[in-house]
């Protein structure tokens, strides 16, 4: 039994991070004040989330795979649906007759009108995040930067579909594909990580140049 409740917390608690850290994102918890949506605010921004959400959503990923060690995918998105409270939202409204009228009947928890929108698409977001951002594997040597490359192709392109920026707001908003060991052990070329980071990010940012020139041409 011990071992069940170890089991399920290990998914459940960072469950509950993701899902209060989205709720206070979209000011379900107006009441709790600055100090909450300042805690939320370092639990899903860079570089702290690296070392909070980011860690929460691996251990997510690794309870839904299952094995000998985690919930399983089923119970995993059961869990979800109930974290964010739609576990009756998901399902078929009721409906009732009231005062002479049939009406449909919104589950229990759901009846704040603006709730129900704001937390299916915090759901749906975090179940995109979950089965497409898995983590990469590990590098094959030493000079190896394909993992990074990939990391800031991406990061660089959610930014630039957002809108245009500066090479400073480009280079800013693809930090967060930066990890801290390539920040710190200057394991991409000889010349130290940082530089080798901003060596990468012009590489990666020269190809989309190139491929946008080619897609208007």
């Not at 009947?105 to 929108?117: A, G, L, S, T, Y």
């Not at 660089?156 to 245009?164: F, G, R, T």
Request: charged share 20%; net charge neutral; glycine share 6%.
């Amino acid at each position: 039994l011990a071992s069940t409740k170890v089991v399920h917390s290990l998914c459940d608690h960072p469950l509950r991070c993701i899902a209060a850290s989205q709720q206070i994102d979209h000011h379900m918890w107006a009441k709790n004040g600055a100090s909450t949506a300042g805690m939320a605010l370092n639990y899903g921004s860079i570089p702290l989330c690296r070392s909070l959400r980011d860690l929460d959503l691996t251990m997510v990923q690794m309870s839904a795979c299952g094995f000998n060690v985690g919930l399983g995918a089923r119970r995993v998105f059961a869990l979800l649906s109930n974290r964010f409270s739609l576990e009756n939202y998901l399902c078929d409204p009721d409906r009732k007759n009231s005062f002479g009228r049939v009406a449909w009947v919104k589950p229990p928890r759901m009846q704040e009108p603006e709730h129900p929108e704001l937390l299916a698409e915090s759901f749906f977001t975090t179940v995109c995040v979950l089965v497409s951002d898995l983590p990469p594997p590990p590098p094959t040597s030493l000079d190896d930067n394909s993992v990074l490359r990939r990391n800031l192709r991406r990061e660089l392109l959610h930014a630039l579909a957002v809108e245009p920026r500066s090479h400073s707001e480009a280079m800013q908003a693809a930090s967060a594909a930066v990890s801290r060991r390539d920040e710190t052990e200057g394991n991409i070329g000889s010349s130290g990580g940082a530089s080798s980071v901003r060596t990468v990010f012009a590489e990666v940012l020269q190809s989309i140049g190139q491929q946008r020139n080619q897609g208007c041409g």
